[in-house]
């Protein structure tokens, strides 16, 4: 079949494009080269891949996320930009695997996500433009140094102050100067932007040294028994806070005091700084950062 010039030459243009699962190959080189293979021992199913799309898309540009929500892949689109690498879940199950988002345990209606409404819609927009969404997870915090923690002790200022804590889930602690807790959890919100900071423990505790956990009481258990207060993102109301309330009013030494940010506020700055670390690996194309943002507001209480 003949082509008319202006056809060919967006065909030729296309052909000669980096496709998204070339994009992946470069940066699964980048990290083997680096002593991480792929895919990883992990004790678990890693949740890292394609999550939508065709990987041998030729790709227009790039698009760094922590979470591919709708808002963000409506700017990928308006950027011109159809392969988005997202840190986070883009149907909001762990794994992102559509065949495993079915609710039948003894506590949850039987159902699937796979015929709900946003679901479908979400799936659809992806087909209607074209895009690819790769998930760059657990291999990214494997990355030395871990560009999460990197990313949120810089935007906080704590890099002087990082201590070692072995046999923690994350490996440092920070020995601030003395700062009463609220003022702590007041650096927090301002440093990250964040408008939903909660806290528990005495406002005026000072505050020496903080520990850092992510979302489940157990992985913070070690941190709260050798900090002031901990940092923690998402996490979950039904163990963390009963067990702070509990243990501090027990009078223990320990836990003294917990500070909680959402789970965007904690992790999003790694994927601001990821083009940067991209870059050079792939300098045929445009590279951004597009924020999935804090998707909190909370209620004022009246004065």
């Not at 695997?97 to 159902?111: I, S």
């Not at 935007?155 to 002087?160: A, E, P, T, Y």
Request: glycine share 6%.
């Amino acid at each position: 079949m003949l082509l008319n010039g202006k056809l060919a030459r967006a065909y030729a243009t296309a052909q000669e494009r980096l496709t998204a699962e070339q994009v992946v190959q470069r940066i699964l080189n980048k990290m083997a080269s680096d002593g991480i293979t792929w895919p990883s021992a992990f004790t678990w199913k890693p949740a890292d891949g394609f999550k939508y799309g065709d990987p041998a898309t030729p790709v227009t540009g790039i698009v760094f996320t922590f979470q591919a929500t709708f808002e963000v892949l409506k700017k990928a689109v308006q950027a011109k930009k159809n392969f988005v690498i997202t840190h986070e879940r883009m149907f909001w199950e762990q794994l992102d695997d559509v065949g495993t988002l079915k609710h039948d345990t003894p506590f949850e209606p039987v159902g699937s996500l796979e015929t709900e409404g946003v679901f479908l819609a979400k799936r659809q927009y992806c087909e209607d433009n074209g895009l690819v969404v790769w998930r760059f997870h657990d291999h990214q915090h494997m990355l030395r140094p871990d560009p999460i923690m990197t990313g949120l002790v810089a935007k906080l200022g704590w890099q002087k102050y990082a201590v070692l804590a072995p046999g923690q889930m994350i490996g440092n602690a920070y020995a601030i100067p003395e700062t009463p807790l609220k003022d702590v959890a007041r650096h927090v919100a301002r440093s990250l932007d964040s408008r939903n900071v909660r806290v528990i423990g005495d406002p005026n505790l000072p505050v020496k040294r903080v520990g850092l956990g992510a979302h489940k009481l157990i992985e913070i258990l070690k941190p709260l028994q050798t900090c002031d207060v901990v940092l923690m993102s998402e996490p979950q109301d039904c163990d963390a806070f009963p067990y702070l309330r509990d243990g501090i009013s027990l009078g223990l030494p320990h836990p003294k005091g917990l500070i909680a940010i959402t789970h965007e506020r904690f992790e999003e700055w790694a994927e601001q700084d990821a083009p940067a670390w991209l870059k050079p690996l792939v300098p045929e194309v445009p590279i951004e950062f597009i924020a999935a943002g804090d998707p909190y507001w909370v209620l004022r209480a009246k004065a």
